[in-house]
């Protein structure tokens, strides 16, 4: 590993990097799961001014003290680079204890910066900040079909539990949570 690559907490002076990294990473592993027009959509002018919106009141008014965002950075072409963000926190789902649940909202690497390990990187900073904070477990809900995203946490050990939900996106996209148990 490169000295150059790193995981830190995101500044807002970060919220365009993720917003960019975010659409085109929903590009490559959504983009055959939903229907074109919809991911059209979510990578417009306007989705993207929600996204900056979003992500700036979450590193400014985070809904907890455990909410937290987090980037990969590498040293590209000689300036740092954002290639990757994770978000987490407490898990949102009713079924679920978020004193010592935990969930990742949102993992994505810049796809054209994949398997360099700056997923890895993400995931292990998550984990450590979320053990750290007295979880012991964390979901994450992924796309049911076999995609990146779900093949990535499938190797890092995580399992479907059996919870499933469906996202409409004008068609429907059924979701499975997978978990992995990261305290005591």
């Known amino acids: 590993m490169s000295g150059a690559q790193f995981v830190r907490p995101a500044r807002t002076s970060d ?3 993720v917003v960019a990294v975010q659409v085109e990473s929903w590009r490559a592993v959504y983009g055959d799961l939903i229907p074109g027009e919809v991911l059209a959509e979510m990578s417009g002018p306007q989705a993207r001014a929600s996204f900056h919106a ?4 979450a590193l400014e008014s985070p809904p907890t ?8 950075t590498d040293l590209i072409d ?5 290639t990757g963000f994770a978000a987490f926190g407490p898990a ?9 649940d935990a969930e990742v909202f949102a993992l994505h ?21 979320l053990v750290e904070s007295g979880c012991a477990t964390v979901h994450v809900w992924v796309p049911e079909a076999g995609n990146a995203l779900r093949a990535f946490f ?8 059996g919870a499933r939900r469906e996202i409409d996106l004008g068609e429907r996209l059924p979701m ?7 305290g005591e």
């Open 15 to 17: 919220v365009d990097a």
């Open 54 to 57: 979003q992500w700036t009141a």
């Open 65 to 72: 003290s455990k909410h937290r965002l987090v980037v990969a």
């Open 78 to 82: 000689g300036e740092r680079t954002v």
């Open 92 to 100: 949102g789902d009713p079924d679920l204890w978020p004193a010592r």
């Open 109 to 129: 690497v810049d796809p054209g910066h994949v398997r360099r390990g700056h997923g890895s990187r993400l995931l292990n900073a998550a984990v450590d900040q």
């Open 154 to 161: 499938e190797s890092c050990g995580w399992r479907a539990d």
């Open 176 to 182: 499975v949570r997978l978990h992995a148990a990261i």
